[in-house]
T-cell receptor, first 111, second 114 residues
Framework: KNQVEQSPQSLIILEGKNCTLQ??????????LRWYKQDTGRGPVSLTI?????NTKSNGRYTATLDADTKQSSLHITASQLSDSASYIC??????????FGPGTSLSVIP | KAGVTQTPRYLIKTRGQQVTLSCSPI?????VSWYQQTPGQGLQFLFE???????NKGNFPGRFSGRQFSNSRSEMNVSTLELGDSALYLC?????????????FGPGTRLTVL
C-alpha cells in the first residue's frame, strides 16, 4: 500500500536551534518527493522537490535529503526562526502521477 | 505576477446543498489541481485538469466534479453536501501537466457544512 509517514507529529524548539523532520514512504514506483511548508490558514508553499537521482537539495536554511534505497527523507532546518512555525508536509508522487501526502509535522519555534 | 486566487475564501452551506468553488491559476499556467484538507485525513488529491481535460482523479465520490475553461480557470463542484465535506479546499497551478513541475497553491476556500 502506498503510504507516507512523518515524524515527529509535533515539535517545539527554541529560536536559533536546528531541527530535523523525518519522512518515510512505501510508495512505488517512485517519481519525486517534495517538502511543503504550510502556515496556518494558508496554502502550502514548496520548499524542495527531489527525484530519484538527487540525494540533497537546499533552499536557504532548509536542506532536504533523500535516500531512495531506504525510502527515507529528512528536512533539516538550520538556525530556526519564529517564522518557521508551521506544518511541514512530505509528498511523494508515483510514476503514474499518484500523489500521496504525509500527515505533516507541526513545528513551533518559541523565543 | 499574481498568485493563484480562489473564491470565495469562506463558505457556509447546509447538508444537501451544492457548492461551486473557483480557482484562477497563475498567468501562463495550464494545469490546475484540486485538494481537500481536513484535520483527520490531511491533504488528499481530488483531481487535475490540463487543457480543459481531467487527466487525473483521486478517490472521491462522483459528487465531486470539476472543469477547466479555455483560459485555464477551473471550478470545482460538490453536490448533495454532507457534513464530512467540511474542509479547506486548495487549488494549485503549474506550468504544465504532471507532478515533476512545481505547484503553486492558492489560499484555499474554507467550506463549512451545517
Amino acid at each position: 500500500k502506498n503510504q507516507v509517514e512523518q515524524s515527529p507529529q509535533s515539535l517545539i524548539i527554541l529560536e536559533g536551534k536546528n531541527c530535523t523532520l523525518q519522512c518515510n514512504y512505501t510508495v512505488s514506483p517512485f517519481s519525486n518527493l517534495r517538502w511543503y511548508k504550510q502556515d496556518t490558514g494558508r496554502g502550502p508553499v514548496s520548499l524542495t522537490i527531489m527525484t530519484f537521482s538527487e540525494n540533497t537539495k537546499s533552499n536557504g536554511r532548509y536542506t532536504a535529503t533523500l535516500d531512495a534505497d531506504t525510502k527515507q527523507s529528512s528536512l533539516h532546518i538550520t538556525a530556526s526562526q519564529l517564522s518557521d512555525s508551521a506544518s511541514y508536509i512530505c509528498v511523494v508522487t508515483t510514476s503514474y502521477d499518484k500523489v500521496i501526502f504525509g500527515p505533516g509535522t507541526s513545528l513551533s519555534v518559541i523565543p | 505576477k499574481a498568485g493563484v486566487t480562489q473564491t470565495p475564501r469562506y463558505l457556509i452551506k447546509t447538508r444537501g446543498q451544492q457548492v461551486t468553488l473557483s480557482c484562477s491559476p497563475i498567468s501562463g499556467h495550464r494545469s490546475v489541481s484540486w485538494y481537500q484538507q481536513t484535520p483527520g485525513q490531511g491533504l488528499q488529491f481530488l483531481f487535475e485538469y490540463f487543457s480543459e481535460t481531467q487527466r487525473n482523479k483521486g478517490n472521491f465520490p462522483g459528487r465531486f466534479s470539476g472543469r477547466q475553461f479555455s483560459n485555464s480557470r477551473s471550478e470545482m463542484n460538490v453536490s448533495t453536501l454532507e457534513l464530512g465535506d467540511s474542509a479547506l479546499y486548495l487549488c494549485a497551478s503549474s506550468i504544465t501537466e504532471g507532478y515533476d513541475n512545481e505547484q503553486f497553491f492558492g489560499p484555499g476556500t474554507r467550506l463549512t457544512v451545517l
